[in-house]
């Protein structure tokens, strides 16, 4: 047994026991219908002095399921030359932004369009007009902790979908080819979306955030150690905050996922530890692989995993890559 193999092995039989409540079911599918009931209102802006002339790079803007509008980019690979691309939904890590561009163009390279989102009240230019009857701590991690309907990756989660509903209403995508991807909350929205909408045909996600939210809050790690936080000051809440969340924990999801799953984790990440993402991985019950870097942080693999990304893309799919 390699030196790997040795020290993964008990991450593979990895699954502490379920949170999800009886209702968890029902709460998605109220939640899903609330936001498909309301209007997308989409817009797009092509930036025509983008330097890049290959490429067709939109400004994008479409309303949140609470009326919020939510900010991206939208990016089409013109030299190609097509009617239609698959498209790669990406959602970003905590704080982040729905970036530049530029960050993307090795999508396009692959044949890809791209949508790529602010996640609301981040470091994007998207705000927020969903309700909040409470205080948080620290971060948009406790947002609402008390109350499901009120939680903030309750509305971020149904953000995601809408960019995927922005995605299949474009003209140039192949709504049947629709991929989700991203890194640490990023790769939490991607396991989300993976879970809860039938399109993507594949997930890639990164050192993922939002599995074994018990633990993870427990253990103060990342954007969640807002949640300690806020229990130290309510410490009288901490079952009803711990019963909230459990509707957002991607390991409470894992068995309705099935889609293709490509997946990363690294063992020296303290914000996302690997065994915590584990815990829904274990549970995904269709075709699905993960990379395991033994000396990484929070950074995971880095090139070399969007390397093997673009990979097995080509992999799992060659008939894309026929035209």
Known sequence: MGYLEEITRNLFNYRPELTRQADFDSFWAETIAEAKAAPLKAERRKLEDYPVGQAGVYEIRFQGMDG?????????????????????????????????????????????????????????????????????????????????????????????????????????????????????????????????????????ADVPSNSNLVRRIDGQHGSFAAVADYLRRHPEELDLVLEQLSYFDTMNMAERITCKVLASVALKDETCPAEMYFATYNRIPGEKEIHIYPFNGHEGGGAKQTEIKLDKLRQWFPEWFRE
């Open 68 to 204: 919020t509008p939510v900010y991206g980019w939208y990016l089409v690979p013109e030299f190609m030359g097509k009617d239609r691309y698959p498209c790669l939904v990406h959602y970003h890590g905590f704080n982040g932004s729905r970036g530049e561009p530029s960050e993307f163009m090795h999508w396009l390279l692959l044949g890809f369009a791209v949508v790529s989102i602010d996640c609301r009240e981040q470091g994007g230019r998207t705000g927020s007009r969903a309700p909040s009857s409470g205080g948080y701590s620290m971060n948009l991690a406790s947002k609402g902790v008390r109350s499901k309907y009120e939680y903030y990756f309750r509305y971020q989660y149904m953000d995601c979908m809408k960019a995927i509903d922005f995605a299949c209403a474009q003209p140039e995508v192949d709504p049947a080819r629709i991929m989700v991807e991203g890194g640490s909350q990023g790769g939490a929205l991607t396991m989300a979306m993976a879970a809860l909408d039938e399109r993507p045909v594949a997930a890639l």
